[in-house]
């Protein structure tokens, strides 16, 4: 079993920035790849951005240039690096891992652009 807990969201007006933070636990040993998704209202979730214990990165179009996905193996955690926000880029963000085959899932952090 592996537990994520995600934090940081929050309101910010367009052009702020915001960090998200995701903490992983339990059976960590096998983790390689953690995502980021993220689901706006009447929309599918979709990838934001993805990263290997080796630290190689990928992102989608249109965050590209300005969220910044890292890692810190040590203490088991993800980061989202959020610039130069959208109000687009509302939606509710969740950190995403496997483990053995298994989808974990944590239970999303709510991030709101708005003036």
């Known amino acids: 079993q592996v537990q994520l807990v995600e934090s940081g969201g929050g309101l910010v007006q367009p052009g702020g920035s915001l960090r998200l933070s995701c903490a992983a636990s339990?059976?960590?040993?096998?983790?390689?790849?953690m995502r980021w998704y993220r689901q706006a209202p009447g929309k599918e979730r979709e990838l934001v951005a993805a990263i290997t214990s080796g630290g190689s990165t990928n992102y989608a179009d249109s965050v590209k240039g300005r969220f910044t996905i890292s890692r810190d193996n040590a203490e088991n955690t993800v980061y989202l690096q959020m610039n130069s926000l959208k109000p687009e880029d509302t939606a509710v963000y969740y950190c995403?891992?496997?483990?053995?085959?298994?989808?974990?899932w944590g239970r999303g952090t709510q991030v709101t652009v708005s003036s």
């Open positions: 339990g059976s960590i040993a096998s983790i390689n790849i």
């Open positions: 995403h891992t496997k483990s053995w085959g298994n989808d974990y």
